[in-house]
Antibody
Framework: QLQLQESGPGLAKPSETLSLTCTVSGGSISTSSYYWSWIRQPPGKGLEWIGSIYYSGATYYHPSLKSRVTMSVDTSKNHFSLILTSVTAADTAVYYC????????????WGQGTLVTVSS | QSALTQPRSVSGSPGQSVTISCTGTNSNVGDYNFVSWYQQHPGKAPKLMISDVTKRPSGVPDRFSGSKSGNTASLTISGLQAEDEADYYCCSYAGSYTLVFGGGTKLTVL
């Protein structure tokens, strides 16, 4: 059974950088059938796709976040990562990592989510 | 890239049917048959209910069905049950390997 687990600090200061890692177990990240994605959900609000990365390292980002987002993948450790710079309170959210089916662009596996609060 | 439009809330009594709409544009919902629906209970990660507009993953009851007409996709839940009370989100492929979600709909089972 595939499992995804987010890890990283639960608190970030305004203007600083948020960094999260998603470790994939029960399957390889190096497969051509899937993208690996980050999706966030501010408290009490809806879901927002942040971006996706292919095992080759190709990245695709939400247009409004593109200038602040960097995603990377480490196939040797079977994990992928998110860096979001210059964070503000608006970036406070539960951050989910997820697997997206490449053929039909739907999320079939989600991590449990991790809350990141931006506060001084 | 604007969010897809969903009603904030819908409700129905046990046994009834409800339909949740998801309106996009001809750059996302209208242009691709890659609409998916997710159910989210409080404090939990979303769960896939429908993919490819109409496909139900294994384990999802056949009470859940999806459809699409033009720029609007719909999720219909028939024979409402108490456990169906949750938030529902639509999602569409939006080209150039990007995804866009709807704002979410809170389903209340009366």
């Amino acid at each position: 059974q595939l499992q995804l687990q987010e890890s990283g600090p639960g608190l970030a200061k305004p203007s600083e950088t948020l960094s999260l890692t998603c470790t994939v177990s029960g399957g390889s990240i190096s497969t051509s059938s899937y993208y690996w994605s980050w999706i966030r959900q501010p408290p009490g609000k809806g879901l927002e796709w942040i971006g996706s990365i292919y095992y080759s390292g190709a990245t695709y980002y939400h247009p409004s976040l593109k200038s602040r987002v960097t995603m990377s993948v480490d196939t040797s450790k079977n994990h992928f990562s998110l860096i979001l710079t210059s964070v503000t309170a608006a970036d406070t959210a539960v951050y989910y990592c997820a697997r997206v089916q490449k053929s039909s662009d739907f999320v079939d596996y989600w991590g449990q989510g991790t809350l990141v609060t931006v506060s001084s | 890239q604007s969010a897809l439009t969903q009603p904030r809330s819908v409700s129905g009594s046990p046994g009834q049917s409800v339909t949740i709409s998801c309106t996009g544009t001809n750059s996302n919902v209208g242009d691709y048959n890659f609409v998916s629906w997710y159910q989210q209970h409080p404090g939990k990660a979303p769960k896939l209910m429908i993919s490819d507009v109409t496909k139900r993953p294994s384990g999802v009851p056949d009470r859940f069905s999806g459809s699409k007409s033009g720029n609007t996709a719909s999720l219909t839940i028939s024979g409402l049950q108490a456990e169906d009370e949750a938030d529902y989100y639509c999602c569409s492929y939006a080209g150039s390997y990007t995804l866009v979600f709807g704002g979410g709909t809170k389903l209340t089972v009366l």
